[in-house]
């Protein structure tokens, strides 16, 4: 049996159903039975609760053998992060009551760094509060998911793909989701100690996705930076709101100046195997 949390989540599937694919017995920690009915059919094992619930977690903890865990997303954390703080803390309570053999922890790129992370702060916390767990631990700093482009299928009807990255032509460590299930249930159902930092993902520049998408839609695309001081408006266009996007800005500049990526100190790296093209051609087919 392995816990999977964030199942109704990209990554969360995907890890799941690689490992039910296994021949794996898969529970799920998920905030509402009725949003995981599709789950329940195939056999997955549903355990009510929380993330910020260490009761629930405990429950969801019991008897594995092993666990992937991972951080809610917060699009608008408080200053102070106390968000990720109140799930890390349950997460460490249920830990010590219920240990895993082994654990897998989705992370970020960047995450080794103390500051200037933005929304990336919250795997930082995750990796500095599940580091000493006296049991393996393996965290998976993943780059920037593919899917997170696929607003790209509409956006880039007229030819351009509006994106914060700058310049356009440099590369950026770029993954599916597909990619980081796969990766999860391989080292859920893998021997190995200690801990491990492994940095997943292919470097891809903004201009590439924007010829990727223009593959699928059949015209030519290309990508546009966003101007700094435009960056407030067009997250609260997003829906984020006013006062509210300082988080995905620091990320952003973070990810610019270079501060943000991959640093190939004391980590492992492996390399995606499901392209751009790849993500957007499926989602087009089934839009």
Do not use: C
């Amino acid at each position: 049996m392995f816990l999977v949390t964030g199942i109704t989540g990209k990554v969360g599937g995907a890890a799941a159903g690689h490992l039910l694919e296994m021949g794996k017995q898969v529970r799920a920690q998920v905030r509402s039975e009725a949003k995981v009915t599709a789950w329940s059919t195939k056999g997955v094992e549903l355990i009510k609760g929380e993330w910020e619930d260490p009761a629930a977690m405990t429950l969801a903890l019991d008897g594995v053998e092993g666990a992937y865990l991972m951080m809610p997303p917060i699009q608008t954390p408080s200053r102070d992060f106390r968000e990720a703080k109140a799930v890390i803390a349950s997460y460490k309570e249920a830990l010590a009551k219920s240990p895993p053999p082994k654990l897998v922890a989705l992370s970020s790129m960047g995450s080794e760094k103390t500051s200037g992370l933005g929304l990336i702060t919250a795997t930082h916390l995750l990796e500095e509060g599940l580091g000493n767990e006296p049991f393996p631990v393996a965290f998976v700093r993943a780059g920037s998911f593919f899917e997170n482009y696929l607003f790209g299928l509409e956006a880039a009807q007229g030819g351009t793909l509006p994106i914060f990255y700058a310049p356009t032509d440099r590369k950026l460590p770029m993954v599916a989701t597909k990619d980081i299930g796969t990766e999860v249930a391989k080292l859920l159902t893998s021997e190995w100690t200690g801990k491990r930092f492994i940095e997943l993902g292919s470097l891809v520049s903004s201009d590439e996705l924007a010829a990727a998408l223009g593959a699928v839609l059949g015209r030519d695309v290309r990508a546009h930076a966003i101007p700094h001081e435009a960056w407030a408006d067009t997250l609260q266009h997003m829906g984020l709101p006013k006062g509210g996007t300082w988080a995905y800005e620091e990320m952003t500049e973070g990810v610019n100046s270079g501060w943000i990526g991959f640093s190939d100190a004391n980590t492992e790296r492996v390399e995606g195997t499901t392209s751009a093209k790849e993500v957007f051609a499926a989602a087009h087919a089934a839009s």
